[in-house]
Nanobody, 123 residues
Framework: QVQLVESGGGSVQTGGSRRLSCKAS????????MGWFRQAPEEERVLVASISWTGFTTYYADSVKGRFIISRDGANGTLLLQMNNLKPEDTAVYYCVKYLNIGFITAREVDYWGQGTQVTVSS
């Protein structure tokens, strides 16, 4: 059974940075893609960034392009999301996900979810 455990959430001021980590176990780091969804209050979960198992294909939502960087450490089974120049609209619960496809997907297509970690950006 794939397990995904996020860490790194917390509070940060506008313009600051934060790095999220996701530790995969149970074979969760091979094949398909891994990524990060986020859900703001009263909004749907949306894909923020993803990276294919090979590392060759990445996806970024327009709202985070140029500010967020997704990467993976295959040796340690860890997915990272470096978030820079954070804005109040980045405030959300961030979820680590694993799915079989590559590129953009909707929440319905996710195969495995982490428990989520809260990121709060204050102005």
């Amino acid at each position: 059974q794939v397990q995904l455990v996020e860490s790194g959430g917390g509070s940060v001021q506008t313009g600051g940075s934060r790095r999220l980590s996701c530790k995969a176990s149970g074979g969760g780091f091979t094949g398909g893609s891994m990524g990060w969804f986020r859900q703001a209050p009263e909004e749907e979960r949306v894909l923020v960034a993803s990276i294919s198992w090979t590392g060759f294909t990445t996806y970024y939502a327009d709202s985070v392009k140029g500010r967020f960087i997704i990467s993976r450490d295959g040796a340690n089974g860890t997915l990272l999301l470096q978030m820079n120049n954070l804005k109040p609209e980045d405030t959300a619960v961030y979820y680590c996900v694993k799915y079989l496809n590559i590129g953009f997907i909707t929440a319905r297509e996710v195969d495995y979810w982490g428990q989520g970690t809260q990121v709060t950006v204050s102005s």
